[in-house]
């Protein structure tokens, strides 16, 4: 596994085909397993990042890593219940871009806690988030469109230090 130093910056309208290559890549989705509509709808993407764009209050960044459109990702809810989310395309994993992605973001917003989840065997997602300061603080089940199933999911928290 060899690090790739990562930048975050303003979303742009060039990076949203590459977010739309990342998003709708079945495997990606299978392994995240807690999809959205968007994620199989272009247009419902386009409106989706629209919205996302508009509301000053969602932090969200583009990661790019040796110059390139990796994923992206963002905090966002109200101020009590402030959420984690991100997406790296699957070409990118095993090199610690999301951890160091993620670890730049929760840096620029410093409202605690901040919350995540994950599909309960989504390991290396977990992995990125433990090693970003969250601890596991539940379990619960959900319907995982992109598995069509109901699943296992995990919460996690980072609290203040």
């Known amino acids: 596994m060899t690090t790739a130093p990562i930048s975050l910056r303003a979303i742009r309208d060039s990076d949203l085909p590459f977010f739309w290559e990342h998003l709708s890549d079945p495997e990606a989705q299978r392994i995240a397993a807690f999809t959205r509509e968007y994620h199989y709808d272009r247009a419902l993407f386009d409106r989706h990042w629209v919205k996302i764009r508009a509301n ?9 890593a040796d110059g390139e459109v990796v994923g992206n990702a963002a905090v966002f809810g109200p101020p009590d219940e402030r959420e984690v989310t991100y997406w790296i395309g699957r070409a990118h994993w095993g090199r610690s871009i999301a951890t160091a992605a993620l670890t730049a973001l929760i840096g620029l917003d410093p409202t605690r806690p901040l919350h995540a989840h994950a599909a309960a065997d989504n390991t290396g997602s977990i992995r990125v988030l433990e090693k970003c300061g969250f601890v596991l603080t539940g379990h619960d089940r959900g319907f995982a469109v992109a598995r069509d199933a109901e699943i296992d999911e995990v919460a996690l928290i980072l609290r203040a230090v």
């Not at 000053?56 to 790019?64: S, W």
């Open 56 to 64: 000053p209050d969602i932090l969200a960044r583009t990661v790019v």
